[in-house]
């Protein structure tokens, strides 16, 4: 069974946004925030997935909860602006962002259209500029949470700031460090100059544990991919379909930070037992990269010279 969380009766709706949530953790904070009354908003580059999730959530939830699916390429500027833009349309605040999508490297490195490496342009630059062009409906909330999703691949990563695109020496396992590093470090930064602006937004990171996904199933494959690259996929893509908790039982730490007082903010939340693989929800210990707020700020500025944006906070 789940930890309880409600809305309180008679209270005004609250409305998440979540990227990636078509399938894997982001439909499994879905369907968990839809049956807790939430307005729902899914955000996919998979449009007929989204719109598949959104219909099969229909039913799970109180008819009066909002379901909404939206295309988003985070790894597309342009896309990442149209989609704030319609949602600023709607005017409605945002109390929840889940800044979940993410991708396992493709055995051979690809580039974004702007030449960032695809996994760090999609899982840190992409939530960088969502959340800064959705940061208007998330003041307008009473009480807004920025929840980036990062993993226990972060004990051991490092940022290669001489060679962020990986165009010496690229390997996949590498590449997704770096990028779970980046999404962990904004989180924490993000908070830090939060509590300096005073501001009523908080920011967290959470992680799943071990969680059956869909990323291994949806890893980028190459026709010039060799038998062990193949291979490699085809275990990815078995290993994270059938082993792990359930996407359900894995977003209870993004749950527990968007709905309860419990963690403080700039909390890194995630399941306990056995290595934090599944179970109870705590802080999770920050890895050695994580703990370095003179790195977290670099990745800031460079952020922001990365994408023209400034935040005023």
């Known amino acids: 069974m789940y930890d309880t969380y409600r809305i309180v009766e008679g209270m005004e709706k609250k409305h998440v946004v979540?990227?990636?949530?078509?399938?894997?953790?982001?439909?499994?904070c879905a369907a968990r925030f839809r049956a807790l009354g939430y307005h729902v908003t899914i955000a996919d580059l998979n449009r007929e997935g989204a719109a598949r999730a959104v219909a099969a959530l229909a039913a799970g939830g109180p008819a009066d909860a909002r379901l909404q699916a939206e295309t988003l390429d985070l790894a597309d500027p342009d896309s990442v602006a149209a989609f704030a833009q319609?949602?600023?349309?709607?005017?409605?605040?945002?109390?929840?962002l889940v800044n979940n999508a993410g991708i396992y490297p493709p055995a051979r490195r690809r580039l974004s259209p702007e030449g960032h490496e695809l996994t760090f342009a999609i899982a840190h630059l992409g939530h960088f500029r969502l959340t800064h062009a959705l940061w208007p409906l998330l003041e307008q909330a009473e009480a807004a949470r920025v929840?980036?999703?990062?993993?226990?691949?972060?004990?051991?990563?490092?940022?290669?700031?001489?060679?962020?695109?990986?165009a010496q020496a690229y390997e996949p396992i590498?590449?997704?460090?770096?990028?779970?590093?980046?999404?962990?470090?904004?989180?924490?930064?993000?908070?830090?100059?939060?509590?300096?602006?005073?501001?009523?937004?908080?920011?967290?990171?959470?992680?799943?544990?071990?969680?059956?996904?869909?990323?291994?199933?949806?890893?980028a494959r190459s026709s010039q991919d060799n038998a062990w690259q193949r291979l490699a996929t085809a275990g990815l893509s078995f290993g994270?379909?059938?082993?792990?908790?359930?996407?359900?039982?894995?977003?209870?730490?993004?749950?527990?930070?968007?709905?309860?007082?419990?963690?403080?903010?700039?909390?890194?939340?995630?399941?306990?037992?056995?290595?934090?693989?599944?179970?109870?929800?705590?802080?999770?210990?920050?890895?050695?990269?994580?703990?370095?707020?003179?790195?977290?700020?670099r990745l800031w500025q460079h952020s922001e010279a990365l994408t023209g944006l400034r935040w005023n906070l």
């Not at 990227?19 to 953790?25: D, N, V």
């Not at 999404?183 to 830090?192: G, I, S, T, Y």
């Open 18 to 28: 979540i990227t990636g949530g078509a399938s894997g953790l982001g439909l499994g």
């Open 86 to 96: 319609r949602l600023r349309a709607r005017g409605e605040p945002v109390d929840v």
């Open 147 to 166: 929840i980036s999703i990062s993993s226990l691949v972060q004990r051991r990563a490092q940022l290669h700031f001489d060679d962020l695109t990986f």
């Open 174 to 219: 590498v590449a997704y460090q770096q990028a779970k590093l980046a999404c962990l470090l904004f989180a924490l930064e993000l908070q830090r100059r939060l509590d300096a602006g005073r501001r009523r937004i908080a920011s967290y990171a959470a992680h799943p544990g071990v969680c059956r996904t869909q990323i291994g199933h949806n890893r």
């Open 240 to 297: 994270l379909r059938y082993v792990g908790q359930s996407p359900e039982r894995g977003a209870e730490p993004i749950v527990a930070v968007a709905t309860g007082a419990r963690f403080t903010p700039g909390s890194f939340v995630g399941p306990r037992w056995l290595f934090e693989s599944f179970g109870p929800v705590g802080v999770s210990p920050l890895g050695p990269a994580a703990r370095d707020a003179a790195l977290a700020t």
